[in-house]
């Protein structure tokens, strides 16, 4: 079991900047790969960046040049710095971790707003 809390959404002007954080507990050991993922309303899930168990990184095409994907090994922490950020950036961000053992699963954190408006 997996349990996920994201933390660092708000409020920000376009053109500033934010920093999410998501904490991981539990069988962490058995993550493969991590990511955050965005939904506005009415819209569908989005992905923004995914962070893998040897650092490999993707991007979706939105937020390139943009938005940076991290991790803390000390603090078993990942972090999506957030720059530049636009109004249609607006969504629930969400923490993934991927788990491919005893099989293939999805972990999902309960979502933190992030607004961009002026």
């Known amino acids: 079991q997996v349990q996920l809390v994201e933390s660092g959404g708000g409020l920000v002007q376009p053109g500033g900047s934010l920093r999410l954080s998501c904490a991981p507990s539990?069988?962490?050991?058995?993550?493969?790969?991590m990511g955050w993922y965005r939904q506005a309303p009415g819209k569908q899930r989005e992905l923004v960046a995914t962070?893998?168990?040897?650092?490999?990184?993707t991007y979706g095409d939105s937020v390139k040049g943009r938005f940076t994907i991290s991790r803390d090994n000390a603090k078993n922490t990942v972090y999506l710095q957030m720059n530049s950020l636009k109004p249609e950036d607006t969504a629930v961000y969400y923490c993934?971790?991927?788990?491919?053992?005893?099989?293939?699963?999805?972990?999902w954190g309960q979502g933190t707003q992030v607004t961009v408006s002026s």
């Open positions: 993934d971790a991927h788990s491919r053992w005893p099989k293939e699963y999805d972990y």
């Open positions: 539990g069988s962490t050991l058995t993550i493969y790969a």
């Open positions: 962070i893998t168990r040897g650092g490999l990184t």
